[in-house]
């Protein structure tokens, strides 16, 4: 089975007087803002890292999920955030990392089987796997 997903991007002028607009193709995004101010300067619109901290995010937990439930597990209710570092390094940007945090509530999961299995979700997911970069995880379980 091969799957593929789009997304787009449209993109005026330079690099700090231009402006872009992101669209997916499920609509979930459409002709969405984005440009310099807001990726490096903290100004509304979207950025490209926030977009993969959120796709990180939910491919994660989905991954999780099945995880859980191949170990005889369901999640009453899984939090997840990511944070996605952009720094500047030698002449140019990277992605330096991204931080994990979970939060679950998983009925008759101990804490140490929900950090074993959260650790395997964060090695499989495959937005894990496709990134270059140091990824972190910090899992609180929830009574």
């Not at 984005?34 to 937990?61: D, M, V, W």
């Not at 945090?101 to 495959?126: D, I, R, Y």
Request: with cysteine; glycine share 12%; proline share 3%.
């Amino acid at each position: 089975m091969k799957i593929k997903r789009s997304g787009s991007v449209v993109w005026q002028g330079g690099i700090k007087d231009g402006k872009g607009e992101l669209s997916t193709e499920s609509g979930a995004l459409s002709s969405y803002p984005y440009g310099f101010a807001s990726r490096f300067e903290g100004q509304k619109g979207s950025n490209p890292e926030e977009l993969i901290a959120a796709a990180h995010a939910g491919c994660f937990t989905m991954a999780l999920s099945k995880i859980l439930g191949e170990a005889g597990f369901t999640a009453e209710k899984m939090e997840t955030s990511a944070v996605c570092t952009l720094e500047k390094v030698d002449d140019g940007f990277a992605i330096t990392g991204i931080d994990l945090a979970l939060t679950g509530k998983v009925p008759s999961c101990s804490k140490e089987q929900f950090e074993e299995l959260a650790g395997k979700a964060k090695a499989g997911c495959p937005v894990s796997k496709v990134l270059n970069t140091n990824i972190t995880l910090s899992v609180t379980l929830e009574d």
